[in-house]
């Protein structure tokens, strides 16, 4: 008998940049039409863009691409076979008819490309996908790019106005008698905010915390807690996906950190101490506390191995400093957001604990939970949260952790100015 191995298929190399610069775009499928211009070289650009932000990019390019560029760049560019030619796969249909894809974009748009998708004319792979995908109802950007008298051409201003309320155009730029191609920042920019980017958090800098510490006693043993790191990382994610710039000092916890944020990993709370301290001396514009630090660690950590003889054991612990209590001495003007655990309280009891917390350490806001319900045993995934500044409550209902860290990056968003 002979058996025969399942060869694996490998991620392409390429798609180790995806969500590398943000996770905005993370679950998108863009389809990319690159018509003939000599601004397609720019395509090449503008598809990394997209994928360093989350996107799964496929290009689509016409005859006259080919002969500029080969296919096999954009291959490479984006990990994805491109598209050349219409076969008996349906190529058009996989990639543009009903909710088969988030958004194409033409890039760059020539004057031939605009009359095809205006007049219903599909005889290249290009205006084929843009006819299914005009009829299908899928968004698409269209980036045009010619001489100036061609933009000004009667018939092609025709053709732009029956698109314009059908379709997004974004605007071309007029220099050396040319309609050029927007820059491929500027698309970026455009889609982002289609997909919802948050304007308001874009190139703010936050430093964060998150996960457990550990304490050791000695080399072997050590004093923690169950602190997965889910809550921080997943806010995390979302303040990325907004647009900041995170520095996220995380201690030994089970989620895995995001991509584009500066990851500095800790273990002890003195570490993380230390860490936020140094940090500190660079200006942020929100501090975020959301790591299960320690409130006592041992008063003397034993270099060598207790023994296990004996048949006590008795272990000093002294208070741990509270690093949140220290932030606003650092930097007075910073939004500082706090977390607050219990175990067990009234939801009265637990905004008095989290109003408490407010004042000591001057918080602008604290995020309670109560970790000590059944309900949050039986389940850690999700969680209910009280949000306590110093003029309201909100009370969240019952959800997923992911969930929760979208409703506290709004209510940080409202306290940015």
């Known amino acids: 008998m002979v058996v025969k191995k399942k060869i694996q298929k490998k991620d ?5 940049i995806v969500s590398s610069h943000g996770v905005e775009l993370s679950g998108k499928k863009i389809v990319l039409c690159v018509a003939g ?71 760059p748009a020539t004057a031939n490309t605009l009359g095809k998708l205006a007049n219903g004319i599909d005889d290249t792979p290009v ?12 968004p698409i950007l269209m980036c045009l790019a010619m001489h100036a008298s061609m933009y000004e051409n009667a018939a092609v201003k025709k053709n732009i106005n029956f698109l314009k309320n059908k379709i997004e155009f974004l605007s071309p730029q007029m220099i050396e008698g040319k309609a050029k191609s927007p820059e491929p920042e500027d698309v970026l920019e455009n889609v982002l905010k289609k997909f919802g980017f948050s304007s308001k958090l874009k190139n703010k800098k936050v430093l964060m915390t998150a996960g457990p510490t550990i304490e050791q006693i000695d080399p072997i043993r050590a004093i923690t807690n169950q602190s997965s790191g889910k809550t921080g990382v997943s806010l995390a994610y979302e303040l990325i996906s907004a647009g900041a710039k995170v520095t996220l000092v995380y201690g030994p916890g089970k989620e895995k950190p995001p991509k584009g944020a500066k990851i500095i990993n800790v273990l002890s709370s003195k570490e993380m101490q230390e860490v936020v301290k140094s940090e500190l001396k660079k200006k942020f514009d929100i501090v975020i506390m959301a790591a299960a630090i320690a409130d006592y660690v041992p008063t003397i950590q034993s270099k060598k191995k207790i023994k296990s003889s004996k048949s006590n054991l008795k272990i000093s612990l002294k208070k741990a400093p509270k690093i949140i209590d220290q932030i606003k001495k650092y930097q007075k003007d910073v939004l500082l957001v706090g977390f607050k655990a219990e175990t067990n309280l009234t939801k009265t009891e637990l905004i008095k604990s989290a109003e408490k917390k407010l004042n000591e350490s001057s918080a602008d806001i604290i995020i309670a939970n109560d970790v000590g319900s059944s309900r949050y045993i ?40």
């Open 127 to 138: 205006s084929t996908v843009l006819t299914v995908g005009f009829g299908s109802k899928i």
């Open 37 to 107: 211009s000599v601004a397609a070289y720019k395509a090449i650009e503008l598809a990394r863009l997209l994928m360093r932000h989350g996107a799964d990019v496929k290009c689509v390019t016409s005859n006259a691409v080919t002969k500029l560029i080969q296919p096999e760049y954009f291959k490479w560019a984006t990990g994805n076979d491109v598209i050349t030619k219409l076969t008996g796969e349906l190529e058009h249909i996989r990639l543009a008819d009903y909710n088969q894809s988030d958004l194409v974009i033409v890039y």
């Open 378 to 417: 039986k389940n850690p995934q999700k969680n209910q949260i009280i949000i306590v500044d110093s003029k309201t409550n909100i009370i969240s209902k019952w959800m997923d952790k992911e969930k929760i860290s979208k409703l506290i990056k709004k209510e940080i968003e409202k306290k940015i100015k």
């Open 12 to 16: 392409h190399p390429s798609l180790d």
